[in-house]
């Protein structure tokens, strides 16, 4: 009798997995979830430099001048895989910095008709093509310009727009061409033209 009731409690235990195998998937603990991607990817990090020219519109009364600059970019790919299903790395926000200098050319000329231009900006960029060999990104943002109290020329924001071609040279390396452009108020305008370097660490 004792030897039939253990034999039956052995059989009952050892059927235990079986039977939680086809219980109700609502009875059953849920699989973890899945970590999805990060808004920012650190990991791919990149920087570029470049030089080139920078002018301004017929307001400004003066000639294009010698420019340079850097930008830091890195990837969104919460925004652009997680959320619109693309690539990774399509979307990506930066930071970037420049300087140049303007020389307005006015009769009389006053004693601050020259001066620096610093300029900042930050912004969203999109990838329209990236692959083994050609880069292209569109750049949609704001840049602020300090016009360090040239005469009669005023400080601010505009919106930024700008196009970045590349050809690749080396592994995540790019040689770039970068125009881009500040629009203001009333018509008036910034532009730089870049050749540069973009490098992904």
């Given at each position: 009798?004792?030897?039939?009731?253990?034999?039956?409690?052995?059989?009952a235990?050892?059927?235990?997995?079986?039977?939680?195998?086809?219980?109700?998937?609502?009875?059953?603990?849920?699989?973890?979830?899945?970590?999805?991607?990060?808004?920012?990817?650190?990991?791919?990090?990149e920087?570029?430099?470049?030089?080139?020219?920078?002018?301004?519109?017929s307001?400004?009364?003066?000639?294009?001048?010698?420019?340079?600059?850097?930008?830091?970019r890195?990837?969104?790919?919460w925004?652009?895989?997680?959320?619109?299903?693309?690539?990774d790395?399509?979307?990506?926000?930066?930071?970037?910095?420049?300087?140049?200098?303007?020389?307005?050319?006015?009769?009389?000329?006053?004693?601050?008709?020259?001066?620096?231009?610093?300029?900042?900006g930050?912004?969203?960029?999109?990838?329209?093509?990236?692959?083994?060999?050609?880069?292209?990104?569109?750049?949609?943002g704001?840049?602020?310009?300090?016009?360090?109290?040239?005469?009669?020329?005023?400080?601010?924001?505009?919106?930024?727009?700008?196009?970045?071609g590349?050809?690749?040279?080396?592994e995540?390396?790019?040689?770039?061409?970068?125009?881009?452009?500040?629009?203001g108020?009333?018509?008036?305008?910034?532009?730089?033209?870049?050749?540069?370097?973009?490098?992904?660490?």
């Amino acid at each position: 009798m004792h030897k039939n009731l253990w034999a039956a409690a052995f059989c009952a235990v050892a059927a235990l997995p079986a039977a939680a195998d086809e219980l109700p998937l609502r009875l059953q603990d849920p699989a973890p979830a899945s970590a999805g991607s990060s808004f920012f990817d650190f990991s791919r990090l990149e920087l570029g430099i470049w030089l080139g020219i920078a002018g301004a519109s017929s307001d400004y009364e003066s000639d294009p001048s010698p420019a340079g600059g850097g930008l830091l970019r890195v990837p969104l790919p919460w925004l652009s895989s997680d959320l619109l299903g693309m690539k990774d790395d399509a979307f990506g926000v930066f930071v970037q910095g420049s300087v140049t200098s303007v020389e307005r050319e006015l009769d009389p000329a006053p004693p601050d008709a020259a001066g620096p231009v610093v300029i900042g900006g930050l912004g969203l960029d999109f990838a329209l093509v990236r692959d083994e060999s050609h880069l292209l990104m569109a750049q949609l943002g704001v840049q602020y310009v300090h016009l360090s109290g040239v005469f009669e020329a005023d400080d601010g924001a505009g919106l930024l727009l700008g196009v970045m071609g590349g050809l690749k040279i080396a592994e995540r390396s790019w040689v770039t061409l970068n125009p881009q452009w500040t629009l203001g108020d009333e018509g008036e305008f910034l532009w730089t033209l870049g050749l540069g370097v973009l490098v992904g660490f």
